[in-house]
């Protein structure tokens, strides 16, 4: 299955509206207003909260806490690399590897394909599309591709 990410670019506080593979809207996040460290809310289409995201601010290292249904099931840190960028995912046991110069990121759990992440190039607002093989893996992948937005938007600014 496949997931679309689409930031809007004219907002007060970030907003992502999220897309599947036949266009259909099927989520939307937006952070909170005026708070340190990100904090991004994920909503189905009738308003439920299904994750909320909290970045733990004042680390070396950019981390970032994923709860789902109001449980915390992850901890994503920005691991210390010099040329790709890759992020730790305790409690879900997954990897990140990436390549900054393709725009993409692979996630992996113990070999096995988590999620596939593309940003798109040269768009208004950060694009993203996400190949999720196993449907049951749909909300945590979403929220690492949204912490994964959220520490380049850190380190443009």
Known sequence: MKLYIKQAVFSWNEKFYIKDEYGNDKYFAESELLTFGHKLHVY?????EVAYIAEKIFTFLPKYYVYINGIEIAEIVKEFTFWRPSYSINGLGWNV??????HSYSVYDNGNPIVMIEKEWFTWGDSYELDIPNPKNEIAALTVALVIDCVLCNQRN
């Open 44 to 48: 189905d289409m009738a308003g439920n």
């Open 97 to 102: 590897d990436g390549s900054p110069w393709e």
